[in-house]
């Protein structure tokens, strides 16, 4: 007997949803493609072998991290939010770190293809060492998800910030120093995004109990505060060691420094616009509202991000 179709009108919601899926998410993947490609354009800088690709598996690690991070720090808060439910959005920590391992074992076979190596040889090399520690990183954080103790999922998320930290600061200049802020600035962008995308979940899950899902955003907005001061500070000090003054508009890693700074002038107006409903006693619906907006912008930062990382050290500009 074949199966009964599905009535029409749910066929036409299903077909929306894809379509609104799409949406979205097809102009983020199309950026982090082209995002390197058109930093680069007319600055005379070398070009970066499959920088799309790079780009796309870097932003897919960093949203990884941000998931099981801030799900992390968000579950603490909501077990401190007055007269919360008992109820809890789905657990998506362990599939979020084994996506961001994927990432990470994709950016090793990338290396290997480019570089012309085989895969023994790749984890020979300081970056697919330090590629390597993060795959095993995000898969020991999934398995830890996937036990009665997630939040021993910190250790080896730890283990993968410091990884990242130390790849992107290969440089002869300070490395450790870029590192260390690197580490903090990584913490803290991955607790802020991450942990809103959970908070966001769970007042949507709460919405039978206004004055607990208020209370949770409000505990958050307490921790975003220190953690936007952290990213102000360790942001700006990374790009003044980083990037020269005289290749700041001629240089791909300065042009997507600008454009960082353009999303991040617009991610703080949000934040305020969030907090400010917030204190003013709106409901929570309105509050959830303004934050679903901050974290749309939050997810093209990520974006921005991962370009970042991949276009060239601006230093050789500077010193032709």
């Not at 983020?28 to 354009?41: E, M, R, S």
């Not at 954080?141 to 130390?166: D, F």
């Not at 890693?253 to 305020?272: E, N, P």
Request: aromatic share 4%; charged share 15%; proline share 5%.
């Amino acid at each position: 007997m074949l199966p009964a179709r599905a009535p029409a009108p749910a066929r036409r919601r299903s077909a929306a949803t894809v379509l609104a899926v799409a949406a979205v998410w097809a102009p983020a993947v199309a950026a982090a493609l082209l995002g390197a490609a058109a930093a680069t354009h007319g600055t005379g800088e070398l070009r970066i072998p499959a920088a799309g690709t790079a780009t796309l598996l870097r932003a897919l690690l960093f949203g990884a991290l941000a998931v099981h991070l801030g799900a992390l720090a968000a579950t603490a808060l909501a077990r401190s939010a007055p007269g919360r439910p008992d109820t809890v959005p789905r657990d998506w920590a362990a599939a979020a770190s084994a996506a961001g391992a994927a990432a990470a074992a994709g950016q090793i076979a990338r290396l290997a293809r480019v570089s012309d190596l085989g895969l023994v040889e790749t984890y020979a090399t300081r970056e697919g060492g330090l590629l390597l520690l993060t795959a095993n990183g995000f898969v020991l954080a999934a398995c830890c998800a996937l036990s009665r103790r997630p939040g021993l999922a910190a250790l080896p998320l730890a283990l993968v910030v410091g990884a990242e930290a130390l790849r992107a600061h290969p440089e002869a200049y300070s490395p450790l120093v870029g590192a260390a802020l690197t580490v903090v600035h990584l913490t803290a962008a991955s607790l802020w995004t991450g942990g809103l995308v959970h908070v966001l979940r769970t007042m949507r899950l709460w919405g039978a109990a206004p004055d607990a899902a208020r209370a949770l955003l409000a505990r958050y907005a307490r921790l975003a505060a220190w953690l936007y001061a952290a990213l102000a500070v360790t942001g700006t000090c990374s790009a003044l060691r980083r990037l020269p003054a005289d290749t700041v508009l001629t240089s791909a890693y300065g042009r997507t420094l600008l454009a960082k700074l353009v999303l991040m002038v617009v991610v703080s107006a949000l934040a305020l616009s969030a907090r400010r409903r917030l204190r003013s006693g709106a409901g929570p619906a309105a509050a959830h509202r303004a934050a679903r907006r901050e974290v749309a912008a939050l997810v093209a930062v990520v974006l921005v991000s991962a370009v970042l990382t991949v276009v060239p050290d601006p230093h050789w500009l500077s010193t032709r």
